[in-house]
């Protein structure tokens, strides 16, 4: 039996909070004037952590490669199971967002079509077109099986191969579309490297830790291009046709590195300290719905209450996400546990029950 891979968690607790910081920092983004000091650290923060959402690809496929190399692959309960745990969480906290926007913040007005409209395309809030990208990869298992049952080297790398240009390529076609972000194309390297790293783990380690200098050093030299050229086009210096390979060769080289990171640290908590990230990344996806709509709550009520000043706005409305998405988010995923177990515990009394009355009849 396969030991329970922790470090993932440790990594994803991390992913976690990058991707709040993501959406904390937009509103600095956006109103600091272009060229500020504060308009640069912003912006560059943002550029240095958006590899959250494709190493959440990365690790999505790496778990499930890890878990199905060695039990037998069923698509429709699998993908009933996605739906379950995913999609519909999803669909729940749309409707509940939709709600919020409607009859709190009066931004829309309610229309069923546009609330369906908002379901399929991911639109409604900044974060969702995650769900609507994964969900792609979830249909696409069969595919991703058949691959995977090649377990030829040179076949491997030629897919990798593939993968990244095909995402590199989509992402230079399709630089102006508005929907590149929601297609699985868009993505396709990162998933494939998952499925290859759960597939062969302990090799995976072992590569990570022979590689860590070039791993570190490839990061510095595509964090600064990426930044760097990113916030010129955002300054309107210049046009960058490569930005999409700078894009995918830094949030590469940022999962990998950070990846390692993350492994060594758990290695290092030992049995001490892992539980506080594993209890926050085991609420990861709850948190990952529900903190936009936090932050947009704290920033309308600093509206409302006069509060102008962008860095005190960004401060507490950090806070108040931070806070009130682990400890909404770990209590509720705790009540929830404890509540199956209950139901396990209760199911398993009743089944030694039936059985011990079976023998005295």
Known sequence: MKRKITEVSVFEFFLCMFVILIHLLSEGVNVFPKWSVLSIVFYTVTRLTT???????????????????????????????????????????????????????????????????????????????????????????????????????????????ISIVCSVAVRMILSGADYTHKIFP????????????????????????????????????????????????????????????????????????FYQYAYGLTESLESRGKGFFISISGASYNIYLIHCLIITSAQEILTNVGVEDVMIRFIITAIATYALSIIICVLWATLHNNIKQSLARSSARRTRKKAARKRYL
């Not at 931004?107 to 079509?113: G, K």
């Not at 030829?152 to 790398?157: E, Q, R």
């Not at 396709?188 to 302990?202: C, T």
Request: include cysteine; aromatic fraction near 24%.
């Open 186 to 257: 868009s993505y396709l390297v990162f998933w494939v490297l998952g499925m290859y790293a759960g597939m062969y783990y302990n090799e995976f380690i072992r590569f990570l830790s022979r590689s860590r200098l070039m791993v570190y050093a490839g990061w510095l030299v595509f964090a600064i291009l990426h930044c760097v050229t990113s916030y010129m086009e955002y300054g309107g210096v210049i046009n960058n046709s490569l930005s999409a390979a700078f894009v995918i060769f830094f949030c590469l080289f940022s999962t990998f590195g």
């Open 51 to 161: 590899f959250a959402v494709p190493a959440f690809i990365f690790t999505s496929a790496l778990k499930l490669f890890y878990k199905f190399s060695e039990r037998k692959f069923s698509y429709i309960p699998f993908l009933l199971d996605r739906i379950r745990k995913i999609y519909l969480p999803y669909i729940i906290m749309v409707i509940i967002y939709y709600v919020v926007y409607i009859y709190a913040f009066h931004i829309y007005e309610f229309n069923p079509v546009s609330l369906i409209k908002y379901i399929l395309n991911g639109d409604l809030s900044a974060q969702f077109y995650f769900i609507v990208l994964i969900m792609q990869f979830y249909l696409l298992m069969p595919v991703w099986i058949l691959l995977s049952k090649n377990k030829n080297k040179t076949f491997s790398l030629i897919v990798v191969i």
